[in-house]
């Protein structure tokens, strides 16, 4: 620890007699300083010994001494050292009673004991404290070097709630609580995520100090990265700020955590090639070969039922965007993905696939598991930004994503192209998040939608549009009461209030004017969902 009064009080050779102020002798002493000016505050900065002869002060004027002490207190003077028999014989005790009434230790200093004496005995205590500070620091770098290389991030913050005398926590690039030490700690940094969703905001690498009203806690956040965004942040919360040797030991841990959770580029780089391959070889048909590439890098995940996921920036420039990287979201809506799926595996100790492919996502993952629950959220959260009036258009920032059924690796293509047919559906009909399945459980109607598939129905039928126009019949009602009725004349005649030989009629100048014969099935096909794009019920 520092150099305190007491500490110099009881230094054999200083002889220090102590003449008000006893209560407050444990008040660090940040140097020794000897100063013979009326008023040496503005030379101060605090934490000062204040060393005198009363060489120029009027140390007998009760008034004069309250004023002089009075603004030694205000400038952070923990400590007055008065020399006697050089100016005076004693220390007056006009000193000694404004020392006592403003609670500032007076030291007496004998004759024989130099002022050099003092500044050296606080400097060398301070040499002292800074090497044990040092030392203390290098065993604490070793011991959490120990530990992050024997228990992981785990017992790393084990190791630094113990070197702080409070509570480590490490959250990931999402902002959630990853690990916690001591295990209560668990509460209180779950308090402080959206202090942590705040620094993540910031250009790494960022740090923020915050409180607890309700613990009384002092939390320093650190993020963790090497990269613009960060990809895991640490709480270290301690009752007092951190001394020297404890930010020692926060910096250790900083390091060696940003080692263990930011993968390098060259690393990251070789999985994703891997991944890529494993694709390949999943869509070419050859789970075997898959298998044997992989190894143990996705552990069970091409062993159960997985969904694939597909999905694409709204817009070009922001799929440019991507084309290099996904690692660092940085405004990149595919990063953001990748970040998401990826934390939320981690979490829960899932094997997650990622893939850049091209201008696209591909992501594997286990079906019911929290990567595709993460991807749904994710989707779902860019739904509800979109509902909200002032972000109601399109951004170019914005997904779309296919989410295949669930299937196995001989089925990774069927599932690709699941994933590919449910995000052109999104695309269509401006959502975030299609499923497959959803489009098999719900009608085929809402896919008439498209503009190609209007235009297409406008052209068929606006031969019978024109003709019923001039009023020579009822062309469109009668063919389409004929198809809803499967081609059974007497039913639809009933439905129009016609005879059956009169909608034979009408059928025979449908098939002249579009040049078609209704006993084609593709073309009574065409003609129904024809009808039902220009007029859907």
Not at 131 to 153: D, I, K, M, N, W
Not at 193 to 216: F, I, Q, Y
Not at 357 to 376: H, I, K, P
């Amino acid at each position: 620890m520092p150099p305190t009064l007491a500490s110099l009080v009881h230094h054999s050779a200083l002889k220090l007699t102590v003449r008000a102020g006893e209560d407050r002798l444990d008040v660090p002493v940040r140097w020794a300083h000897v100063s013979e000016l009326a008023d040496p505050v503005p030379y101060m900065e605090g934490g000062e010994l204040l060393l005198i002869t009363a060489l120029k002060l009027d140390a007998d004027d009760p008034e004069a001494m309250r004023r002089y002490v009075k603004r030694l207190v205000g400038a952070g003077v923990v400590g007055l050292g008065f020399a006697v028999g050089v100016n005076y014989d004693e220390i007056p005790k006009a000193l000694v009673d404004a020392a006592e009434q403003e609670g500032l230790p007076l030291l007496e200093v004998p004759r024989r004991t130099p002022f050099l004496a003092i500044s050296k005995a606080v400097s060398a205590a301070i040499a002292a404290d800074q090497y044990r500070a040092v030392t203390a620091g290098f065993a604490a770098q070793r011991e959490l070097t120990r530990q992050a290389l024997s228990a992981g991030p785990e017992g790393l913050l084990t190791a630094l709630a113990a070197q702080v005398d409070g509570w480590a926590a490490l959250y990931d690039a999402s902002g959630a609580v990853v690990a916690t030490a001591p295990e209560w700690a668990g509460r209180r940094a779950a308090r402080i995520t959206a202090d942590v969703e705040r620094l993540r905001e910031r250009p790494a690498p960022a740090s923020s100090v915050v409180g607890s009203p309700e613990t009384e806690d002092r939390v320093e956040l650190h993020s963790l990265g090497t990269g613009r965004r960060p990809r895991a942040a640490l709480a270290v919360g301690t009752a007092a700020p951190l001394g020297t040797a404890e930010r020692y030991a926060v910096h250790s841990a900083i390091a060696l955590l940003t080692l263990t959770t930011e993968r390098s580029r060259s690393l990251q780089a070789a999985e994703q090639r891997i991944g890529a391959a494993v694709l390949r070889m999943l869509l070419a048909g050859q789970p075997d070969h898959a298998r044997a590439v992989a190894g143990d890098l996705y552990g069970g995940l091409l062993d159960a039922p997985f969904r694939m996921i597909v999905a694409e920036p709204v817009s070009a420039s922001a799929a440019r965007a991507h084309a290099d990287t996904h690692a660092h979201a940085g405004g990149d809506p595919l990063g953001g993905l990748a970040e998401t799926v990826e934390a939320a595996a981690a979490r829960s100790g899932e094997a997650v696939l990622v893939v850049p492919e091209g201008e696209r996502l591909v992501v594997l993952a286990g079906d019911g598991g929290a990567a595709v629950a993460a991807c749904a959220e994710y989707a779902a959260a860019l739904e509800a930004a979109r509902a909200v009036p002032e972000h109601a258009a399109v951004d170019e920032d914005e997904l779309v994503v296919g989410l295949s059924a669930p299937a196995g690796p001989i089925a990774a293509a069927a599932a690709y192209k699941q994933a590919e047919q449910a995000l052109s559906v999104a695309r269509r009909r401006g959502r975030v998040l299609v499923e497959h399945e959803q489009l098999a459980a719900g009608s085929v109607l809402p896919l008439l939608a498209d503009d190609a598939v209007k235009a297409f129905a406008d052209g068929l039928l606006r031969p019978l549009y024109e003709h019923d126009a001039t009023g020579r019949g009822d062309l469109v009602a009668s063919l389409r009461a004929w198809l809803s009725r499967h081609g059974q004349w007497d039913a639809a005649a009933a439905d129009l209030g016609v005879h059956r030989h009169t909608l034979r009629y009408r059928m025979r100048r449908v098939e002249e004017i579009l040049g078609r014969s209704l006993d084609d099935p593709d073309v009574r096909m065409e003609l129904w969902l024809a009808l039902k794009a220009t007029t859907p019920e």
